[in-house]
């Protein structure tokens, strides 16, 4: 089930795959019928190539030898995962295809495709434009911020989900927050067997961490004007009745 709001201000397809891109430990490739899992082996060049680091025994060296030119065709794939603990933690996946080089004693990945697929569905990401692209500049510290908001701040997120639709909120067991960018933070609205995701969008994008601070506090201001939603209300009294 999704939930949304009217303003939905959000990264580019081709912003949010370089992000994940940047951020994402592991990554499965796939060349020439094999298929080999990797954490902590590549590293992304400024124009979206993949530089892969692998052991000298991996099957994808051996693709080399079969493949035509010695250029074998590959797919990648990137999950990005949600920090907090929610149900459906894989908030996207990313899928490159392209063709793997060799390139002073690793592999060079060139893709000639790009396919970003979220809860909204798949969309292939314009190449040039992928290229050009930069990862959010919060994206290395999204991790421990939503960990800190979700752990040391609870009430801070009660707050922030007064500016949720209340018909968004009904039958809602819990809130937790889910992803944030430059653009706006994300809350992940859980139910007993279902759950829904709002946006809630910053009024200027945020490109460092103090402005986010000074984001994250005009969203509290917006909260504070708000009374308490009413389902979480009855959430509440019916936990101490």
């Given at each position: 089930?999704?939930?949304t709001q009217d303003?939905?201000?959000?990264?580019?397809?081709?912003?949010?795959?370089?992000?994940?891109?940047?951020?994402?430990?592991?990554?499965?490739?796939?060349?020439?019928?094999?298929?080999?899992?990797?954490?902590?082996?590549?590293?992304?060049?400024?124009?979206?190539?993949?530089?892969?680091?692998?052991?000298?025994?991996?099957?994808?060296?051996?693709?080399?030898?079969?493949?035509?030119?010695?250029?074998?065709?590959?797919?990648?794939?990137?999950?990005?995962v949600a920090p907090?603990?929610?149900?459906?933690?894989?908030?996207?996946?990313?899928?490159?295809?392209?063709?793997?080089?060799?390139?002073?004693?690793?592999?060079?990945?060139?893709p000639t495709r790009?396919?970003?697929?979220?809860?909204?569905?798949?969309?292939?990401?314009?190449?040039?434009?992928?290229?050009?692209?930069?990862?959010?500049?919060?994206?290395?510290?999204?991790?421990?911020?939503?960990?800190?908001?979700?752990?040391?701040?609870?009430?801070?997120?009660?707050?922030?989900?007064?500016?949720?639709?209340?018909?968004?909120?009904?039958?809602?067991?819990?809130?937790?927050?889910?992803?944030?960018?430059?653009?706006?933070?994300?809350?992940?609205?859980?139910?007993?067997?279902?759950?829904?995701?709002?946006?809630?969008?910053?009024?200027?994008?945020?490109?460092?961490?103090?402005?986010?601070?000074?984001?994250?506090?005009?969203?509290?201001?917006?909260?504070?004007?708000?009374?308490?939603?009413?389902?979480?209300?009855?959430?509440?009294?019916?936990?101490?009745?």
């Amino acid at each position: 089930m999704g939930d949304t709001q009217d303003w939905t201000a959000a990264p580019g397809a081709a912003e949010r795959a370089r992000t994940v891109l940047s951020v994402a430990w592991s990554c499965a490739v796939t060349a020439d019928g094999v298929r080999e899992e990797y954490a902590g082996a590549h590293t992304v060049t400024e124009d979206g190539l993949v530089r892969l680091t692998v052991p000298d025994d991996s099957g994808l060296f051996a693709a080399f030898l079969c493949a035509p030119r010695q250029e074998p065709s590959a797919l990648l794939e990137f999950a990005d995962v949600a920090p907090v603990p929610v149900r459906n933690r894989v908030r996207a996946r990313l899928y490159l295809s392209g063709r793997l080089e060799p390139s002073e004693g690793a592999l060079l990945f060139r893709p000639t495709r790009v396919v970003l697929r979220q809860a909204s569905g798949p969309v292939v990401v314009d190449l040039d434009e992928f290229a050009a692209a930069r990862p959010d500049p919060l994206a290395e510290a999204e991790a421990r911020l939503l960990t800190h908001l979700a752990d040391a701040h609870p009430d801070a997120v009660e707050r922030l989900s007064r500016l949720v639709r209340p018909e968004s909120l009904h039958a809602a067991t819990r809130v937790v927050p889910l992803a944030v960018d430059r653009h706006g933070l994300t809350l992940r609205i859980e139910r007993t067997r279902a759950h829904g995701d709002v946006r809630l969008p910053f009024h200027t994008p945020a490109d460092d961490l103090p402005q986010l601070t000074e984001r994250v506090h005009a969203l509290l201001a917006q909260a504070a004007a708000a009374g308490c939603p009413r389902a979480l209300q009855r959430q509440r009294a019916d936990g101490d009745g």
